[in-house]
């Protein structure tokens, strides 16, 4: 999905559906603490490794990690 496809779902959405709280499923959860961010630096991973980290983070090289997402990116996000 692409940000425009969500911007013109919300769009079509009725004033008392938008006051709702935005719910993710998944096979057998429900996420509803969701969050959004601009990322403020590149987002890389490292070869066998589970998550992502910020730019800052990296204790590798950068050249032998992968660029997930760039600075500036939208992000969706859950709460913990």
Known sequence: MKWKDLKQFCDS???DQLEKNVILWREDDAINRIGTCLLEEDHYIGKGEEGCYPESEASKPLRKLKKVYSK???ILYEYF
């Open 13 to 15: 959405l009725g004033e």
């Open 72 to 74: 500036g990116d939208a």
